[in-house]
């Protein structure tokens, strides 16, 4: 392989920084965004109704419960389907023929979109049928959550380690066993690939880690503002920037 752009942009050291510096990222903006102790209830455009629609307000009648669970049910199933066939073969295989989405390389992150997606329009079908009957308006699904701020915050960094960590960490897997970059790291590799250590280091570190992690996350044990003092302080433009960042690396791991 040449030395050219292509060579650089996917060189392992270059994917494996871009897949933890994203892990990083999720995580300071986590510690830094006010919105992580807040008491007030989540309300989460498109994210709160899927949430709401799966997991709060279910009317007291067995069959109103029974109809809910099928139309969310239906919805993820639909969304599965459509994201997989439609969404990445079709569309963004077949007819836009994006070579980030070659062959089954970005299939979960098209499904996990897609499934919300799907989750987001059953949940105003639901809400359609609910202000027929009447008297069910207490029960219309909406994007709040039923829960606090705080709440979902540390149920969303929990949910992006486990993304994010899982991702760099099959990166790092798949980095020490590629091929076109034969002298980069041999030594790591040849240790990578002995016997049964790599099934065993790839398992071990991944629940380890993210027991502690959970830990951490959930006990509110280390206070970032006690650690920070104002060192890096931000605000919403830098937050913003932040988040874009995120989103940026995110789909550049899919291209790489």
């Not at 392989?1 to 300071?28: E, T």
């Not at 997606?117 to 809400?127: A, E, G, K, M, V």
């Not at 790591?188 to 398992?203: C, D, S």
Request: aromatic share 18%.
């Amino acid at each position: 392989m040449g030395k050219d752009f292509r060579y650089y942009f996917q060189h392992p050291w270059s994917r494996m920084i871009v897949a933890y510096l994203v892990i990083f990222f999720n995580f300071l903006i986590f510690a830094e965004d006010p919105v992580s102790h807040s008491q007030t209830e989540a309300n989460v455009i498109v994210v709160g109704n899927c949430f709401s629609f799966v997991t709060n307000k279910y009317p007291r009648g067995v069959g109103w419960r029974l109809l809910k669970v099928l139309l969310w049910l239906l919805a993820i199933l639909i969304g599965l389907i459509a994201g997989k066939f439609l969404f990445h073969q079709r569309l963004f295989g077949q007819l836009l023929r994006l070579k980030m989405f070659r062959e089954d390389h970005g299939s979960w992150m098209t499904m996990f979109f897609s499934t919300i997606l799907f989750l987001f329009i059953f949940s105003h079908i639901y809400n359609t049928i609910l202000l027929m009957d009447g008297s069910m308006g207490a029960y219309v699904i909406t994007d709040y959550m039923g829960i606090r701020n705080e709440s979902f915050m540390k149920l969303a960094a929990v949910g992006t380690w486990m993304g994010d960590f899982v991702t760099a960490w099959m990166v790092t897997d798949m980095m020490l066993q590629d091929k076109p970059y034969p002298d980069w790291g041999k030594s790591a590799r040849a240790f990578w690939k002995k016997g049964n250590v790599r099934i065993i280091l790839f398992w071990t570190v991944l629940f380890t880690l993210t027991s502690v992690v959970v830990l951490v996350i959930t006990t509110d044990w280390i206070s970032w503002d006690k650690l920070n003092r104002g060192f890096l302080p931000s605000d919403e433009v830098s937050r913003a920037f932040l988040a874009s960042f995120i989103l940026v690396f995110d789909l550049l791991i899919v291209m790489q």
